[in-house]
Antibody, heavy 120, light 107 residues
Framework: EVQLVQSGAEVKHPGESLKISCEAS????????IGWIRQMPGKGLEWMGIIYPGDSDTKYSPSFQGRVAISVDKSISTAYLQWSSLKASDTAMYYCARHEGVSTPLPDFWGQGTLVTVSS | DIKMTQSPSSLSASVGDRVTITCRASQGVRIDLAWYQQKPGEAPERLIYSASRLQSGVPSRFSGSGSGTEFTLTISSLQPEDFATYYC?????????FGQGTKLEIK
C-alpha cells in the first residue's frame, strides 16, 4: 500500500527557516517523481515543483523558484520542502504527492498535509 | 506557462442530477490532464487521469473526456458524498498547473 506521511504542523515567526518532510512507503521511492502542492487558507491548489529521487532532477514552478528548495534522502525514502526565510504569506497547507508517469507525471497518491503558520 | 480555466467556479445541484465541469487549457496539453476531488479538511484524491481513465476504486458515475484544450468531468448521478471541490491539473509541460476549482454544493 502506497503511503505518504508528512511531518506535523508548524508555527513559525517571519524570517525563520523551516524544513518539512514527507516519508514514503509501499513503492520504489527512487523511481517515481514526488512533489509539493500549496493550498493557502480558503484557496485553491498550486503546484510548486517536483523531484526525481533517482538523480535529484528537480523542476520548480516559476512562482516558487528561489523561494523554496525541494530535496530528498533516498536512504530513508523521504522528500523535503525547505524555506530559508519564511514570510507571513507562506502560511498554508502543504501537500506532498507522488507523481505517476514517465514523460508527464501526474500526482496520484497524496500525503495528509502539513499546516504551516507564519505569524509574528 | 499553460493556464487552466475551470467553469463554473461554483455549482448547485441536487442528488441524482447529472453535472458537467469544464476545464480549458491556454495551449494544447494532449491528454496529460487529471481531475481531483477535495472534501473540506482532507487531501485531494485523484478521480481521472490521462483525461479519461478512471482511477482504481473510483465509482463509475465519474467520467472524463477531452483532449488538447478542452476537457470535461461528468458525474452521471450525484450522490451525497460527491459534494466537494473539483480541480483539473495539467502536467503536459512544466510547470504543471491546476484550474481554480469548482465547488459543488447541494441545492
Amino acid at each position: 500500500e502506497v503511503q505518504l506521511v508528512q511531518s506535523g504542523a508548524e508555527v513559525k515567526h517571519p524570517g525563520e527557516s523551516l524544513k518539512i518532510s514527507c516519508e514514503a512507503s509501499g513503492y520504489s521511492f527512487a523511481t517515481y517523481w514526488i512533489g509539493w502542492i500549496r493550498q493557502m487558507p480558503g484557496k485553491g491548489l498550486e503546484w510548486m515543483g517536483i523531484i526525481y529521487p533517482g538523480d535529484s532532477d528537480t523542476k520548480y514552478s516559476p512562482s516558487f523558484q528561489g523561494r523554496v528548495a525541494i530535496s530528498v534522502d533516498k536512504s530513508i525514502s523521504t522528500a523535503y520542502l525547505q524555506w530559508s526565510s519564511l514570510k507571513a504569506s507562506d502560511t498554508a497547507m502543504y501537500y506532498c504527492a507522488r507523481h505517476e508517469g514517465v514523460s508527464t507525471p501526474l500526482p496520484d497518491f497524496w500525503g495528509q498535509g502539513t499546516l504551516v503558520t507564519v505569524s509574528s | 506557462d499553460i493556464k487552466m480555466t475551470q467553469s463554473p467556479s461554483s455549482l448547485s445541484a441536487s442528488v441524482g442530477d447529472r453535472v458537467t465541469i469544464t476545464c480549458r487549457a491556454s495551449q494544447g496539453v494532449r491528454i496529460d490532464l487529471a481531475w481531483y476531488q477535495q472534501k473540506p479538511g482532507e487531501a485531494p484524491e485523484r478521480l481521472i487521469y490521462s483525461a479519461s481513465r478512471l482511477q482504481s476504486g473510483v465509482p463509475s458515475r465519474f467520467s472524463g473526456s477531452g483532449s488538447g484544450t478542452e476537457f470535461t468531468l461528468t458525474i452521471s448521478s450525484l450522490q451525497p458524498e460527491d459534494f466537494a471541490t473539483y480541480y483539473c491539473l495539467h502536467c503536459s509541460a512544466y510547470p504543471c498547473a491546476f484550474g481554480q476549482g469548482t465547488k459543488l454544493e447541494i441545492k
